[in-house]
């Protein structure tokens, strides 16, 4: 995918005029290209807070690449590991922009890429203009995409489990024990203790265990040194 994107870029920078009826001359039209620099300070207060409460945390970012303009518009868990591969995988200059901490960043990034449809150039690429990213920085989103930043509570994750969920928990608790005591009864959990103990053994998500531990239900154990 990458490698087809700089191939439409480098194709579509430069574009040749007819030349005249015996003129030598070969005249290249060039694109104006707006650049933006980041603004390291809000990066680093962005990565230094916590994440939204929700069952897949994570960063939805953008970055603009300096050949052509355009902006690739992802997610990672993991921002550091992800612009580290861009400088491998990019073969020219590019910048962080803007950085989005999300309570499910899988479905931030889906209601930011509907949200730029009509700008999508391919796949995750968008040509932004500097409206688009003062509307970003400004942090002012659209009550869809604010909603997947901070999800709201289901008040079905507050009833109790079914008998079958109960049994279901049991064998997800029994994996734990050795870490992490159950402060609570088996019939006080909630489908959301369920979910987040389903989300931390499918995803290793340690940050579903440690709501776990915050809410009370889990306290972890005190290791003993021989």
């Given at each position: 995918?990458?490698?087809?994107?700089?191939?439409?870029?480098l194709?579509?920078?430069?574009?040749?005029?007819?030349?005249?009826?015996?003129?030598?001359?070969?005249?290249?039209?060039t694109q104006?290209?707006?650049?933006?620099?980041?603004?390291?300070?809000?990066?680093e207060?962005?990565?230094?807070?916590?994440f939204?409460?929700?069952?897949h945390?994570?960063y939805?970012?953008?970055?603009?690449?300096?050949?052509?303009?355009s902006?690739?518009?992802?997610?990672?868990k993991?921002i550091?590991?992800?612009?580290?591969?861009?400088?491998?995988?990019?073969p020219?200059?590019?910048?962080l922009?803007?950085l989005?901490?999300?309570?499910?960043?899988?479905?931030?990034?889906?209601?930011?890429?509907?949200?730029?449809?009509?700008?999508?150039?391919?796949?995750?690429?968008?040509?932004?203009?500097?409206?688009?990213?003062?509307?970003?920085?400004?942090?002012?989103?659209?009550?869809?995409?604010?909603?997947?930043?901070?999800?709201?509570?289901?008040?079905?994750?507050?009833?109790?489990?079914?008998?079958?969920q109960i049994?279901?928990?049991?064998?997800?608790?029994?994996?734990?024990?050795?870490?992490?005591?159950?402060n609570?009864?088996?019939?006080?959990?909630?489908?959301?203790?369920?979910?987040?103990?389903?989300?931390?053994?499918r995803?290793?998500?340690?940050?579903?265990?440690?709501?776990?531990?915050?809410k009370?239900?889990?306290?972890?154990?005190?290791k003993?040194?021989?």
């Amino acid at each position: 995918m990458i490698k087809k994107f700089i191939s439409n870029l480098l194709s579509s920078k430069t574009t040749e005029d007819s030349a005249a009826p015996g003129s030598p001359e070969v005249l290249i039209r060039t694109q104006k290209v707006l650049l933006f620099e980041t603004n390291p300070t809000r990066l680093e207060e962005i990565m230094n807070s916590p994440f939204p409460e929700g069952e897949h945390p994570g960063y939805v970012y953008f970055v603009q690449e300096y050949l052509n303009g355009s902006f690739k518009i992802g997610k990672t868990k993991h921002i550091n590991k992800r612009m580290n591969l861009f400088n491998v995988k990019l073969p020219f200059e590019h910048q962080l922009v803007h950085l989005i901490k999300s309570g499910n960043h899988h479905q931030t990034e889906i209601a930011f890429h509907k949200h730029f449809a009509q700008q999508r150039l391919e796949g995750e690429w968008f040509a932004l203009d500097a409206e688009d990213v003062k509307w970003l920085r400004s942090e002012r989103y659209t009550e869809e995409i604010n909603s997947t930043i901070k999800p709201a509570a289901n008040d079905d994750d507050e009833k109790q489990l079914t008998p079958k969920q109960i049994e279901f928990a049991k064998t997800l608790i029994k994996k734990l024990e050795d870490n992490y005591t159950l402060n609570v009864d088996y019939s006080h959990l909630t489908n959301k203790d369920l979910s987040r103990l389903s989300v931390y053994f499918r995803f290793k998500n340690e940050k579903a265990l440690q709501n776990l531990v915050k809410k009370g239900v889990l306290s972890p154990k005190q290791k003993v040194h021989k």
